[in-house]
């Protein structure tokens, strides 16, 4: 887990390089992607769940 240091290391090397104008931007770019990932993992899990109702189904 990321403790507190790490964290304010991290936001202030990311303030360094891409300096205050920049990171309203990149927060909401990280946000999207985060959702973006979430949705792809469900996806997934939810196709899993499908194929293996559909092999049990099969077993009948």
């Known amino acids: 887990m990321i403790g507190t240091n790490e964290l304010l290391i991290i936001l202030l090397v990311v303030l360094v ?35 293996k109702k559909e092999e049990e189904d099969d077993r009948k």
């Not at 300096?19 to 196709?47: C, D, H, T, W, Y």
């Open 17 to 51: 390089l891409f300096g205050g104008n920049k990171l309203p931007e990149l927060a909401r770019s990280v946000g999207k992607a985060r959702v973006e990932f979430k949705k792809g993992i469900e996806e997934e899990e939810e196709k899993k769940e499908e194929e």
